[in-house]
């Protein structure tokens, strides 16, 4: 962005913001010599002037230290993301949101003491080369019913773990992270609770069919999932040497997560997803689950595993729990030094786990690592996509006939798939023994925060009925698929609704088809099976359960 634009779109209120431009641009808000984005999630190219667009191969991740600043030629720039959408004639900058960072332009208003009229056109403008800050392009064919009455939606969410990036908007939307730029990146973001204003998910929810669950203690129900009798150290139990080869290889609102090698089998690797519970510290903007909603996932996890062992609907489909513990106490040196090198080499939107104290209780759940998920896989042609959406689709129909399993939040990023040596995955439905083809891959579906599930008598599951922000998302198809679910459920969370998975598995289809990357497009088997994959997104929702949809492509 340069001085060019004071008489483009911003007019003359624009002038007055110019004499601000060192602060901003030390901030790294603006940046001088800003091109065009040309690649689908970020800015890539304008780390580099002289870079071509089509040497562009991976797109870099939205940091939320945007404010770096980067004084060492030799350590690479974090760049701000610019998502956009590709031959749209939407003019350039005609958005809610700032086109370079992502923050409410409004919002410079005040700071500022700056008028801008962001929707005002220009017809210089209309010469530009420059694209809009729209939705990716699988949505152009799916937008939502807000975008095609002409509404914009300010809240714009990246794909995939949609709570993460609600927080990270939040946090590039608040006068209070404006202000935060001005601190060195150095400092650990630490929130205190009686100065953060902050929403949550409304939280994890158990009911039985004589509405008894009052009575249930919960500490006492997660300990014996634990198989312990009371907390046990966090550093006895993964401090090194206790957890060797580890890296630290993801996050989430929720927490961290860790990848390490086996105790006793070096091939065997175990992913920690670390919980902090029951603390009165806000984490990552939101408040530490308790007790008894942190009991729901752990069923949940350990349930849907098991059905790889029941009689009647079994599959392997579902993360493989390999451990749940209970610990106490402050982070082990050991994985804050591996959360350090990972904040140095991606940048992490978490805050330091330095902030938690002696007293402070964590769920630590240890899972088979189930390979790379479907937003970064590269399948080797569409016939391989197709029969991995299959396995999903036949794990998700076990799951409704053995718990009555919804899945609610089935994005790409809840999908593994990793190399199998196996030719066929075997399954089984009301009894019956179905085998689909590997084609060289194993999927394998995670994450439960949102799922609901009926065992023992007990329905499990997350009560969204007034968690508005998550229905007034937009960014992507996966936001419209929370509203059709929110419909389909009349907004009542405790029903069984198996067309919510017929939703999500529609939202998966289509991401095989638009998305996803292949290594060869051009043979005749790519071309055949990408023709079956629309095929069956013509068709996808009138099923009304995955098990439906199982039994209408195997014909039984």
């Known amino acids: 962005m340069d001085s060019t634009l004071s008489s483009g779109i911003w007019k003359d209120s624009f002038d007055k913001l110019l004499v601000r431009q060192p602060l901003l641009r030390e901030l790294n808000i603006i940046k001088q010599n800003v091109r065009a984005s040309f690649n689908i999630d970020s800015s890539l190219e304008n780390t580099n002037p002289n870079i071509s667009f089509t040497n562009i191969v991976e797109p870099l991740k939205i940091n939320a230290r945007f ?261 106490k106490g402050v982070y082990p040196q050991y994985l804050i030094n591996l959360w350090d090198n990972f904040d140095k080499e991606k940048g992490s939107e978490n805050d330091h786990p330095k902030i938690f104290k002696e007293h402070q209780l964590f769920v630590v759940l240890e899972l088979k690592f189930a390979g790379q998920d479907l937003s970064t896989f590269r399948f080797t042609n569409a016939e391989q996509a197709y029969y991995a959406f299959l396995q999903i689709m036949t794990t998700l129909a076990v799951g409704e006939l053995e718990h009555q399993f919804e899945h609610r939040d089935l994005h790409w990023g809840n999908i593994l798939i990793k190399a199998a040596s196996v030719k066929k995955i075997p399954f089984k439905l009301n009894g019956r023994i179905l085998s689909i083809p590997s084609k060289g891959i194993r999927t394998t579906i995670i994450d439960y925060t949102l799922s609901r599930i009926k065992f023992n008598k007990f329905c499990y599951y997350n009560d969204l009925s007034s968690d508005e922000e998550l229905f007034e998302a937009t960014g992507d198809y996966q936001y419209d698929i929370y509203r059709k679910m929110r419909q389909e459920l009349k907004n009542n969370w405790t029903a069984f609704a198996p067309k919510t998975n017929v939703l999500w598995l529609s939202y998966i289809n289509k991401k095989m088809i638009d998305c996803v990357k292949y290594k060869s497009v051009n043979t005749k088997t790519h071309k055949l099976y990408v023709e079956k994959l629309k095929a069956l997104q013509n068709i996808i929702l009138t099923f009304e359960s995955a098990a439906h949809g199982v039994s209408y492509v195997f014909g039984y």
């Open 67 to 327: 404010c770096d600043i980067v004084d060492n030629p030799n350590k690479p720039i974090k760049v701000i993301s610019t998502p956009h959408t590709k031959d749209c004639s939407t003019h350039l900058f005609r958005c809610a949101l700032s086109p370079i960072t992502g923050s409410q332009l409004s919002l410079f208003k005040d700071i500022f003491n700056v008028g801008i009229n962001m929707y005002e056109e220009d017809s210089e403008i209309k010469n530009s080369n420059s694209e809009p800050l729209l939705n990716r392009p699988e949505c152009l064919e799916t937008k939502s019913d807000e975008a095609r009455q002409g509404k914009s939606s300010l809240l714009i969410l990246q794909p995939g773990k949609w709570r993460k990036s609600l927080v990270f908007w939040r946090r590039i939307h608040t006068n209070e992270a404006l202000c935060d730029l001005e601190r060195s990146v150095k400092e650990p973001r630490v929130h205190e609770n009686n100065k953060l204003d902050h929403k949550f998910l409304c939280g994890r929810k158990t009911i039985s069919n004589n509405n008894s669950v009052s009575s249930v203690d919960y500490e006492k129900q997660v300990l014996m999932y634990c198989q312990q009798s009371k907390a046990i150290g966090f550093d006895t139990e993964y401090d090194f040497p206790n957890i060797k080869g580890a890296s630290k290889i993801g996050e989430g609102v929720f927490g961290e997560v860790f990848k390490f090698t086996g105790r006793t089998n070096p091939k065997n690797e175990v992913v920690l997803k670390i919980i902090p519970i029951e603390g009165k510290t806000v984490v990552n903007g939101e408040t530490q689950k308790t007790f008894e909603q942190i009991l729901p996932e752990i069923v949940i996890t350990k349930e849907m595993c098991n059905l790889q062992f029941c009689e009647r609907n079994s599959t392997s489909g579902f993360v493989n729990i390999q451990n749940v513990s209970l610990v």
